[in-house]
């Protein structure tokens, strides 16, 4: 079995079209299913970041995928549980807490779909999207841009949007997960909070791990 093998299998076995594979791993344009159809049939050779985002939607690792090493994934019963395309169909962002994103960012290990609540998609999208609950007072401070987002205040996550100077972004830093703004000082990029009592923490690729931009948070979403 080869890579355009096990790709389809799995998408197959996940109940998913081409379309809606395609709309999952957050590619779009004109005819998004050519691009999966390539994929299957090997016209096209896919990246390692194709890759690693296709296996995630997949459930599987980039080395099964790949290559068929590691354990046969076994695809979700869909007539028991819900799979992630149900619930971005039914307009669903999960709220995830801190464990639920080290186990997904780090370990790899999907959360529980069974027990997790969900807001309301307000946005005409099928991107990767999840909500996170503000925990602490990081970004309540004299320089909270745009505004100072308090405890218990849930932000919306956008997973496949591209981090730029300024964004609020999503982190986990030596498996802590942390909110804060993303700045460059000129010689470095830092993650920054807005409260002073939060020191500055360097954006080191290798103990960081980008979960996503902030795009709205549920305050904001009320007043629309």
Not at 82 to 90: A, V
Request: hydrophobic share 35%; glycine share 6%.
């Amino acid at each position: 079995m080869n890579l355009q093998t096990r790709l389809k299998s799995l998408r197959k076995a996940l109940g998913l079209s081409q379309k809606e594979f395609a709309s999952l791993c957050g590619w779009h344009g004109e005819n998004p299913s050519m691009r999966i159809s390539n994929y299957e049939q090997g016209k096209r050779e896919p990246s390692l970041s194709e890759i690693d985002k296709m296996a995630e939607v997949l459930k599987t690792t980039p080395a099964w995928l790949m290559f068929g090493i590691g354990d046969n994934p076994k695809p979700l019963n869909m007539s028991d549980k819900k799979t992630e395309k149900d619930f971005l169909l039914e307009g669903k962002i999960p709220i995830l807490s801190c464990s639920d994103l080290v186990n997904i960012f780090i370990n790899r290990k999907d959360f529980n779909r069974e027990t997790t609540n969900y807001l309301e998609n307000p946005f005409d999208t099928t991107r990767n999207l999840f909500a996170f609950q503000i925990e602490d007072t990081s970004m309540f401070g004299l320089h909270a841009y745009p505004k100072p987002y308090v405890p218990g205040e849930i932000i919306i996550i956008d997973k496949e949007q591209t981090p730029f100077t300024g964004d609020l972004v999503v982190v986990i830093n030596n498996n802590q997960v942390i909110f804060r703004k993303l700045i460059n000082d000129g010689s470095n990029m830092l993650l920054v909070a807005a409260n002073d009592s939060y020191p500055p923490i360097p954006y080191d690729p290798v103990n960081t791990i980008f979960c996503g931009v902030t795009i709205s948070s549920i305050f904001e979403n009320k007043k629309k």
